[in-house]
């Protein structure tokens, strides 16, 4: 009701303020708008003299205003109805304001003014209300009156002495108080006096009546009987009296009060106009005076009124001013607030980008990682089968490692790209198939290079040892390399460890490195260095021009300590800037002591380091361009120097990269990671031989930085931190309360420049800081994380204790430094003095018992490292092994103390070849010792090489060694590229050879396959034995000349055989005569031999290395090379012509070729895998391949007869310069030297005797000339056995490989022979079974015949002979059968009472003809069914159980039509009677609607024939069909499929061309449903096109159960169970009322409820006129009820609420499908049952 008033007061009345239900009644509260709303009415002609105050008074003088209106009206109104309203009473202003409504709105109509009324009303009431109108005017007048006299009482006022106590108004209301509290306490009195009488009466009343006699109270019964109705009339007028008398002296008591309030004030009247003129009476002076105090004191108080009135305003102005600036304040930081947010959501919206776009970038990256390793792992399994498809499934090892290699290593297995020859410019695929080769190359050098993989020791040769190294080449390699390549100076180690601690800590922007380092910076005292104030500081150093003064004696003497002896550059650093100091610092002493001229004279001034490097920086920032690292790091750097030695520093934020992080451990420490590691990889893959006593590189320093911390923190807190949303951030909060304007200006500025730049920040932390946290976690271990997003108190702790933790270990590990320093220099102290030096002749004795200390300081480099001792065994190994024939070696890694005893035996003979030339020239001296007697013995002589041994280290010509650095350099370098280069050919033939034995197995497979043209013979046989007469076939002669061109067929085909047979035997002959595999052998053979000519090239330069190193240290000129060349290995002549000039200098070995007597008589040999039939061919390869065989182990002994040959002459060759030197002496002391050991070995003799012949004459030589003398012979001993055994020790080596290439060489061939039998095994294999397979083919291909013969009968289908296979082709045919019968086209039959859709049609072009609107009357509907049913005779348009319907029936039929109206739909009709067809449920129903929406793009709502066979319905008429076997019987009837048609033809228009279907009305017939109500609820889904919620739904599951049954079942409508009894087994689902909010239109819902049926059929039962229009009119008045005025579409849920729309929802029947089962199954059983009696009548007839 609240809405209504309101709406008409702000639409109709348009009072001049909006009233809202809401506020309603404190809108009314004062009276008001009631006098406005009376006054438009032209009922309140003073408002004006109303009043919109909410005071007291305002409101008493309205509603006093308004209350004769309200009499005038008729509403009633008095002053509780005021007091409820005036107190926003809830409910009184809507009452009343309904009252007012309907009284205005009947002087409306009446049209009555408000004098008119006036006048109307009747005298009584008139009067009473004049005579109120007049008290309350006089009430009002006195009140104004009393309020005018008060205040001219207040204006006159005097100091009069007060009235006594007892005459104040106080004290009469005190009096009135007790008078009323009296007489309160007499009414009191007097209740309880007469309550106490009362209850006495009854008291005695009851002991009076407590016995009472039978006779009385009979009487009693009897009177209260006969009086009882008499009783209660007096009981009422009791009552009434009562309520009278009441009410009397409630009226009588309120007109006593009244006149007691008017008594009351007409006293006060009264005493106030005395006093007043009592007042009035004093004399004239007084009042005069009184009357000027008066205007005194009034003007005094008007000024102070006026001053505070004024006041009072200027604080109001200042208070507004203050207001109004704190208002714009607040808008602003509002504003600044919105802005802000806005801002931090876009950056944050930009740092989900781009943390998306760096998602997505790694997941491509790791996608096409994953691709491509997916790809590899395809290459590879595809190249596994390809490669088993080549070998039988058995691929070969080495193959297959290569192939492993490849995939681990990232590279693709095939081919990319040929690079052969070697273009001058190379793509990318090509560098590829480079970088492969490249690794397989290096993979097979490393297998030969460490005898691993393909090279691993043959079984022959797994009880040999390991070739040893030659540790005195690599001595002699290290030495010379040393020379021409000085190592640089050991870094400098400070002897005092350093206490002060070093890091840097990291982190994202805002993360609170900055804070954190403050507080460290207070609490410890160190250095924070950030690299953004280092850069600073140099740029305004250098345009301040920050000078170093230093003094020019200084400056010299520095140049020329620099140029005399380099440091390390951190320690001239150091120094340079140390001496900075200490010249600044001189510079002011000299400035206070001296003049300016003795300053500019004695020293020099230059620009300071720091400005310089900020020089560089500002030249590349003016340019536009960032500082480089290398000079950030030179910033950084000069910033660390200046640091106290003592005083620890920090990184604030640096390094950034890795690259940084590496220049600075550079910088500080000397040390370069990256560099050590490419030159130790280079060393290794670089070296042949190596020095076991060469010293060993120092270890890496530890890292400059003792610790690295992380501040961790998420990007989404950097992210708000930087947009000001967390305030208490460490880095934006440190330090704010002290800060000037102008830093603060400057870090607003900053943080703007922040803002701006925290996205690329982030993004560069976040793609550095892997690397940095490898390089931090892993190569220095020092990184520490901690969690920064925590407050600044905690952060601020937590690194406290970190930092603190690292002094600890830093003050520990400098403490454990020290100590151990400490320990040593006390070891050393207590150490015992060395002992002087032995006497020189038994000083090599003592050098064997002396420790390898003694012997370092004695030999030089003789010193080696424990590691070095560990490996003592094998290098004692190494030079004995030369010096004993190749198979007597052992494994060089588990020598034992046996060895030495081989040593001995071998040192005067390293072959057995060579001991002859060593025993002939020590035979013929017969040296004989002049040295005292020989010392008692002692143990064995220090071998050569070994760890005891103490090398000759003479002063060598500068030349020389810088000639044999290159020399081994290019030895090197042609050794092994040319290895790799021999591998990979040998690596390519294995491929090679796999690939031709496939593709020649391929080709002999196709050629025993070729066509054999046998069945061109076959099939002329054939036509000839069809074409046979038929009068022939029985005939005996005729069967035996069959049976005889039969066998002359057989020998045909068979002679076709044996021919192919021979010719198969011959291509496989040419095939292994083809010299493939010989070509092969041999070049397989000569690979080999190329190995074997490398390794002896590499011997023959090694010995000549040798020989001009020692020769250099004798100081002799190094001998010519021999014009002659060197050792050449032969090589294979593959080719039987002349060998070319070019290669004439290559040894060439002839091939051998058997005899054929020896092919013939050989026995066969160990390759033979099978024995078997004797085959001369591959006996002819086996005899050819021992041939090849003898030939490499001739190649072979031949290389090792020249390695010994090379040995024993340079041996001769030592002892051939010995005895020239010797010579001479020998002549003179020949006899003296008799008497020494004669047992003694080769080279001792010789020791012997050069240190005797200085003491031949001691008359001559001086003994420091002797000594001196015998100290050269020594030495000459020395390096010959140094050099002896070094060359033994390298040809060992080489003899051991050159056996191992040998066996390598035999293994290959082998292998290769065993392939290429096996296939030319497998090759006669397929030949001979397949010619077994043609012979069994041919004979059973005679059998057939014989038996057609025998059987007289002809062979129909075609007889093939093809190879190896003979079958029957079944499907060619002789002569062809007879053609199959037509099938009959598919009739449909005839079942119980469902109709045919031949009969559907029938009916449908008849109503069609009648009705085509689709109409028509029941009476003439009933009338067609029964003519049909009574004329179909012949006809066939119903079926056969329909023919005994009745008129009743029929009439039953036609009312299942028949609803709410007088028609009958006849296309509901044959909908009904077409059943079977499933009943759609409502989703397939929508889904259908969806799909004819979807290809009706023009929207028109229909669709043509086909557009509805594309889109289709809910069940397709793809049903499987079974086709009957009887070629006679039709096809089954596809019931399904003209069910779609018969639905496009009964719903279709045909007056359109092409006929067009309306599918919306069409899937309206189809929502009909047994259950009227779901019919409804369907159709109206199908409105709206979604589902319509109810209040109770069943679940989905059920649902979709019963309502869409399957073609297949043939459930019809009849046999759906009702809707109420399945709602009793379905488990339901409680959805809430009216959720739909789609809209939906009058005319889409005139379709639904069609209450108009637009037909136009001519007959005079059509009478729809007279209902047109009635939906139409309803709904538009439910859609304006709704508030649709101008009948736009509303929701559907809005639109179920009406009722109207709810009660026609379970009204309407159109949707209901009727259910016509009952009445055909009753006519059924009434047939059957008249069918029944007829058979028994005939029976009993």
């Known amino acids: 009701m609240s809405d209504i008033v309101c709406r008409w007061l702000n639409q109709e009345v348009k009072l001049s303020r909006t009233v809202s239900p809401k506020a309603l009644e404190k809108d009314f509260s004062n009276g008001f708008l009631l006098g406005e709303l009376l006054h438009k009415h032209e009922l309140q002609d003073d408002f004006p003299l109303f009043s919109e105050g909410r005071v007291s008074n305002a409101k008493l003088n309205n509603f006093s205003r308004l209350e004769p209106t309200f009499q005038l009206l008729g509403v009633q109104f008095d002053q509780n109805v005021a007091q409820n309203i005036m107190t926003e009473k809830h ?22 003014t408000g004098v008119a009324m006036q006048t109307m009303r009747p005298l009584a009431p008139a009067k009473l209300q004049n005579m109120k109108s007049e008290i309350y005017r006089e009430q009002r007048l006195g009140r104004r009156r009393q309020h005018e006299m008060m205040a001219r009482i207040q204006a006159a006022i005097l100091q009069i002495p007060k009235v006594l106590p007892n005459r104040t108004l106080k004290a009469i209301e005190r ?54 109705e008499y009783m209660k009339k007096i009981q009422k007028r009791l009552e009434e009296d009562t309520l009278a008398r009441e009410q009397r002296e409630k009226r009588r008591r309120k007109l006593l009060m009244d006149q007691l309030i008017a008594h009351e004030a007409q006293e006060e009247a009264y005493r106030e106009e005395q006093l007043i003129n009592r007042l009035m009476r004093q004399s004239q002076q007084e009042r005069r005076i009184a009357v000027q105090l008066m205007h005194v004191r009034h003007e005094k108080e008007v000024l102070w009124q006026n001053r505070v009135f004024r006041e009072k305003q200027y604080e109001e102005r200042r208070l507004k001013d203050f207001q109004d600036a704190l208002d714009r304040e607040a808008a602003l930081a509002r504003q600044a607030k919105l802005e802000h947010e806005e801002q931090a959501q876009k950056e944050v919206e930009i740092h989900e980008r781009i943390t998306a776009e760096r998602a997505q970038a790694r997941y491509k990256k790791h996608y096409l990682m994953c691709a491509e390793i997916l790809d590899h792992i395809i290459d590879f399994s595809t190249k596994v089968a390809d490669y088993r498809n080549l070998t039988h499934n058995l691929i070969p090892v080495k193959i297959m490692r290569d192939w492993k290699e490849l995939f681990f290593s990232g590279k693709p297995i095939y081919e990319q790209a040929s690079i052969e020859p070697l273009p001058t410019r190379f793509t990318s695929e090509q560098l590829i198939e480079l970088s492969k080769r490249s690794l397989l190359d290096d993979n097979d050098y490393e297998e030969y290079k460490t005898f691993t993989g393909e090279w691993t020791l043959p079984e022959e040769m797994a009880e040999a040892s390991l070739p040893p190294n030659n540790n005195i080449l690599g001595h002699v390699l290290r030495t010379i390399n040393e020379k021409v390549h000085p190592p640089p100076p050991a870094p400098f180690v400070p002897q005092i460890p350093s206490f002060s601690t070093k890091g840097c800590m990291l982190g994202k922007t805002c993360s609170g490195k900055t804070s954190c380092l403050k507080i460290l910076e207070e609490a410890f005292h160190i250095e924070i260095l950030s690299i953004d104030t280092l850069v600073q500081e140099a740029i305004q150093a250098f345009l301040i021009n920050e000078t170093v003064t230093e003094d020019l004696v200084d400056v010299q003497e520095k140049g020329e300590s620099e140029k005399e002896s380099p440091e390390p550059k951190e320690m001239a650093s150091v120094t340079t800037i140390h001496a900075k100091k200490d010249s600044r610092v001189e510079g002011e002493e000299l400035e206070k002591a001296q003049s300016v001229q003795d300053v500019k004279a004695s020293s020099m001034a230059r620009l300071s380091n720091r400005a310089q490097l900020g020089a560089k920086c500002e030249k590349l920032l003016k340019k536009g361009r960032s500082i480089p690292d290398v000079l950030l790091i030179q910033i950084m750097v000069d910033a660390i120097n200046k640091v106290p030695v003592e005083k620890g520093w920090i990184l604030d934020g640096f390094p950034m ?90 870090d607003k500025e900053k943080t703007e420049l922040l803002r701006d730049q925290i996205q690329h920040r982030i993004l560069g932390f976040l793609d550095n800081w892997p690397e940095l946290e490898t390089w931090f976690s892993e190569k220095q271990d020092i990184l520490i994380k901690v969690n920064a997003e925590v407050d600044k108190r905690t952060l601020s702790t937590k690194v406290q204790e970190y930092f603190i933790a690292e002094l600890r270990k830093k003050e520990a590990k400098a403490k454990k430094k020290l100590e151990e320093q400490e320990a040593e220099r006390k070891k050393k102290e207590e150490a015992p003095p060395p002992e002087p030096p032995p006497p020189p002749p038994p000083e090599p004795e003592k050098e064997k018992e002396h420790s390898p200390k003694e012997a370092k300081g004695k030999g030089g480099k003789g010193k080696t490292s424990e590691a070095g001792k560990t490996q003592s065994p094998p290098k004692e190994g190494k030079g004995k092994k030369g010096e004993t024939s190749p198979k007597g070696k052992e494994d060089g890694r588990t020598q034992s103390p046996p060895k030495e005893g081989k040593e001995k035996k071998g040192e005067t003979s390293p072959k057995d070849k060579g001991k002859g030339s060593d025993k002939k020239s020590s035979g013929k001296k017969s040296p004989v010792e002049e040295s005292p007697p020989p010392p008692p013995p002692g143990p064995p002589p220090i071998k050569p090489g070994s760890e005891e041994w103490v090398y000759v280290d003479e002063p060598l010509a500068p030349e020389i060694p810088q000639y044999l650095v290159p020399y081994w350099e290019t030895i090197e370098n042609s050794y092994i590229n040319t290895i790799k280069a021999i591998l990979r050919q040998i690596r390519d033939e294995r491929h090679s050879v796999l690939y031709y034995l496939h593709d020649i197995r391929l080709n002999y497979q196709e050629y025993l396959q070729r066509p054999d043209h046998k069945q061109e013979f076959v099939s002329q046989w054939q036509t000839d034995f069809n074409n046979l007469p038929d009068d022939l076939w029985d005939d005996e002669e005729t069967k035996a000349e069959l049976h005889q061109r039969v066998n002359d067929l057989r020998d045909r085909l068979w002679d076709i055989c044996d021919t192919r047979k021979e010719e198969a035997e011959q291509e496989r002959v040419d095939i292994v005569d083809e010299s493939w595999l010989q070509d092969h052998l041999g070049m397989l053979m000569n690979h080999f031999f190329s190995l074997m000519q490398v390794e002896i090239n590499r011997f023959q330069d090694t010995k000549r290395l040798l020989q001009d190193y020692y020769r250099g240290i004798e100081g002799k000129i190094p001998m010519e090379i021999s014009k002659r060349g060197g050792t050449r290995v032969p090589l294979v002549n593959l080719d039987d012509d002349d060998v070319p000039q070019i290669y004439s200098k290559i040894p060439v070995v002839p091939r051998r070729v058997p005899s054929p007597d020896g092919i013939i008589n050989k026995p066969k040999s160990k390759v033979s895998l ?7 061919c591959i006996e002819a390869l086996e005899l050819k391949y021992e041939g090849d065989e003898k030939t490499v182990v001739n190649v072979w002994q031949g290389a090792n007869s020249a390695i010994n040959h090379m040995v024993n002459a340079e041996i001769h060759l030592k002892n051939l310069e010995d005895e020239k030197e010797n010579m001479p002496d020998e002549d003179k002391e020949k006899s003296p030297q008799q008497g020494g ?62 056996e191992l290439i040998k066996a390598k060489a035999l293994a290959h061939m082998e292998e290769l022979l065993k392939r290429a039998v096996d296939v030319y095994k497998l090759m006669d294999k ?51 059968d007879p053609a199959p019968p037509i099938r009959p086209p598919p009739v449909e039959k005839e079942m119980n009472t469902y109709l045919t859709i031949k009969q559907l049609n029938t009916l449908r072009k008849e109503f069609m003809e009648m009705a085509p609107k689709g109409y028509l009357g029941n009476k003439h509907f009933t009338d067609i069914l029964y003519d049909l049913v009574t004329l179909n005779l012949g006809t066939n348009h119903l079926p056969e159980a329909w023919l005994h319907l009745i008129l009743p029936e029929l009439q039953e039929l036609t009312s ?156 019809t409508i009849e046999e759906l169970p009702e809707v109420e009894e399945l709602k009793e087994e379905k488990e339901r689902i409680i959805v809430p009322e009216f959720l739909n909010k789609e809209t939906i239109s009058i005319p889409t819902l005139l379709k639904v409820f069609q209450g108009i049926k637009d037909a136009q059929d001519n007959h005079r039962f059509f009478e ?14 439910v859609y304006k009820v709704i508030g649709s005025n101008n009948l736009e579409p509303v929701e559907l849920a809005t639109l179920l609420k009406h009722p109207f729309i709810q009660n026609l929802l379970l009204t309407y029947k159109e949707y209901k499908l009727p259910n016509i089962k009952g009445i055909l199954q009753r006519v059924d059983q009434l047939q059957v049952l008249s069918e029944g009696e007829q058979k028994m009548i005939e029976e009993k007839k």
């Open 657 to 746: 990269t890795v690259t940084q992080a590496k220049l600075l451990e550079e910088a500080l420490t000397g040390f370069n990671p990256d560099q050590h590691e490419h030159e130790g990889k280079n060393y290794k893959k670089s070296t042949l031989v190596y020095d076991p006593t060469a010293p060993k590189k120092p270890p890496p320093p530890p890292p400059a930085l003792d610790f690295a911390m992380l501040l961790d923190i998420t990007d989404t807190m950097v992210l708000n931190r930087v947009m000001g949303q967390e305030k208490s951030t460490p880095e934006t909060t440190f330090g704010m309360g002290s800060r000037s304007p102008e830093s603060f200006s400057e």
């Open 175 to 228: 009096h009135k108080m007790l008078v009323k509290r009296k007489e309160a306490e007499d009414v009191l009195n007097e209740i309880k006096a007469f309550e106490l009488l009362i209850k006495r009466e009854i008291e005695a009343k009851d002991s009076a009546s407590k016995v009472p006699t039978a006779g009385q109270t009979t009487a009693d019964l009897l009177s209260t009987y006969s009086d009882e």
């Open 1326 to 1376: 397929w030949l001979g079974a397949r010619y077994l397979a043609e012979m069994a083919s041919v004979e059973k291909l005679t059998e057939v015949a014989h038996y057609h013969i025998e059987t007289s009968t002809r062979i129909q289908h075609e007889l093939i002979l093809n190879g190896e296979d003979f079958y029957i082709n079944g499907d060619v045919k002789v002569f062809p």
């Open 1456 to 1611: 299942l039509l028949t609803v709410n109206s007088e028609f009958v739909d006849w296309r509901k009709f044959l909908l009904v009677v077409s059943q079977p067809w499933p009943l759609p449920s409502e989703e397939e129903l929508l889904e259908t609607l969806e799909r004819f929406k979807a290809i009706d793009e023009a929207g028109k709502g229909t669709v043509t024939l086909q557009q509805y066979e594309q889109v289709g319905l809910w069940f397709t008429g793809d049903v499987y069909i079974k086709i009957p076997e009887d070629p006679y019987e039709p096809l089954p009837f596809n019931r399904a499929e003209h069910l779609i048609e018969f639905f496009f033809d009964l719903f279709a228009d045909f007056q359109k061309d092409p006929p067009e279907l309306d599918y919306f009305q069409m899937l309206l017939y189809f929502a009909c449903h047994p259950n009227a109500v779901e019919g409804v609820y369907r159709a109206l889904s199908l409105a709206i096109g979604t589902h319509v919620f109810r209040k109770v739904e069943t679940l989905a599951v059920a649902e979709n159960q019963v309502m869409t049954p399957s073609y297949t079942d043939t459930v």
């Open 1170 to 1176: 099978k024995r078997g039939r004797t085959d001369h």
């Open 1664 to 1677: 729809n006129e007279k209902i047109e229009n009635t939906f139409s009119e309803v709904f538009k008045t």
């Open 91 to 112: 409910g009184s202003v809507t009452k009343l304001l309904y009252q007012l409504y309907i009284a205005l709105q009947k002087k409306k109509k009446s049209g009555l």
């Open 1237 to 1298: 050991k004669g047992g003694r070995h080769a080279k001792k003799p010789e020791k012997k005797k050069k240190a005797a012949s200085p003491e031949v004459s001691p008359v001559v030589l001086t003994p420091e000339e002797l000594e001196e003398l015998e100290k050269k012979k020594e030495l000459k001993i020395k390096i010959k056995d140094e050099h002896l055994a070094a060359l033994q020790c390298e040809a060992q080596a080489t003899q051991f490989r050159l």
